[in-house]
């Protein structure tokens, strides 16, 4: 199945399989993808599948425009395996092949209700998110709401938050450049994440933010 993975400074926030015969990305919350941004327009891009793996993109007509492997484009364009999209500071890879799929991947990275695996007096009921302290993409927040999510870039850096009972842990999953958080070394060994911690993947600074509903 058709599907797209969105980075922010080599930093995972969306992992979309492309279903519908229409999927509509922009800034505006009634868009299929939201990207809230102000670099994103209300309605930014259109991505159509037409068969079982064929994506076509369009822009609609957008302030900043679309990008695919750094050219703008100006009508709509047949997407290829691996092709890059840019949207301002968001880079969307683009993969065709559903070889690419391990078993399993869709159900894992679904969406869930942070309220249905939190126990009342801990941080298990609490939303929370990565805010970017460096980079272009400083201020931008992207929330944490599967029960396991992955960030970073595969080969440098790249841990897994996941959310159990009990709150927030992270662990390093994959690359050569050792996280940190708050400033110490992070290893496979899951763990518990505090609000205002400050996790580090190769030179990206990010604060982990609990709010209460």
């Known amino acids: 199945m058709p ?51 064929d994506v076509y993109i369009e ?16 009508t709509r364009q047949l997407l ?25 991947t869709e159900k894992k990275t679904m ?7 939190g126990l ?23 929330p944490v709401v599967k029960a396991v999510t992955t960030f970073g870039q595969p080969g440098v850096a790249v841990v897994s938050i996941s959310h159990r009972r009990d709150g927030y842990y992270v662990a390093h999953v994959n690359g050569q450049t050792l996280p940190t958080l708050n400033g110490k070394p992070i290893g496979p060994q899951a763990i518990a994440l505090a609000h205002n911690d400050v996790l580090n993947l190769a030179g990206t600074e990010m604060a982990f933010l609990l709010k209460g509903k």
């Open 80 to 104: 290829r395996d691996n092709d890059i999209i840019t949207i301002g500071n968001f880079r969307v890879q683009f993969l065709a092949a559903s070889k690419r799929e391990q078993p399993g």
């Open 3 to 53: 599907q797209l993975i969105a980075s922010v400074q080599g930093v995972e926030v969306k992992h979309v399989y492309l279903k519908n015969n229409r999927t509509t990305l922009g800034r505006m919350p009634h868009n299929d993808i939201v990207f809230d941004n102000m670099v994103v327009s209300g309605e930014h891009c259109v991505f159509e599948l037409r068969g079982i793996a």
């Open 120 to 142: 009342p007096g801990t941080s298990g009921v609490l939303l929370a998110s990565l805010k970017m302290l460096s980079g272009a993409s400083a201020g931008l927040e992207v």
């Open 111 to 117: 969406a869930m209700p942070l309220d249905a695996l």
């Open 59 to 74: 822009d609609l007509g957008s302030t900043n425009g679309t990008y695919v492997n750094a050219q703008m484009i100006k």
